[in-house]
């Protein structure tokens, strides 16, 4: 069975920072393009980022750019995202994604992290 498992969601400051992690199980995704995704309240679930299975494609929704930095570890299986400057608007439950492309969701998720940035 194949999971993803994330993992370093929680409640910051406005200004604050968070990395959230990705654990895969079940299959590797070193040939596969990952992702992270958020979805709040009575709104679609958006991409946030995404990373090629080389690591060296990486795409951002415009609200991302120059404050997050996604990642991953193919030795270990795993994809991060570090979250810098969080904005009350990036309140959300964020999700993995992988099996897709830098820019399309695959078929895996995760279960969600609840990030939540407030004062």
């Known amino acids: 069975q194949v999971r993803l498992v994330e993992s370093g969601g929680g409640s910051v400051q406005p200004g604050g920072s968070l990395n959230l992690s990705c654990q895969a199980f079940g299959r590797t995704f070193d040939r596969d393009a990952m992702g992270w995704f958020r979805q709040g309240p009575r709104k679609e679930r958006e991409l946030v980022a995404g990373?090629?299975?080389?690591?060296?494609?990486?795409y951002y929704a415009d609200a991302a750019k120059g404050r997050f930095t996604i990642s991953r570890d193919n030795t270990k299986n795993t994809v991060h995202l570090q979250m810098n400057n969080l904005k009350p608007e990036d309140t959300d439950v964020y999700f993995c994604?992988?099996?897709?492309?830098?820019?399309?969701?695959?078929?895996?998720w995760g279960q969600g992290t609840q990030v939540t940035v407030s004062s």
């Open positions: 994604n992988g099996g897709g492309t830098i820019v399309h969701a695959g078929d895996y």
């Open positions: 990373i090629s299975w080389t690591g060296y494609s990486t």
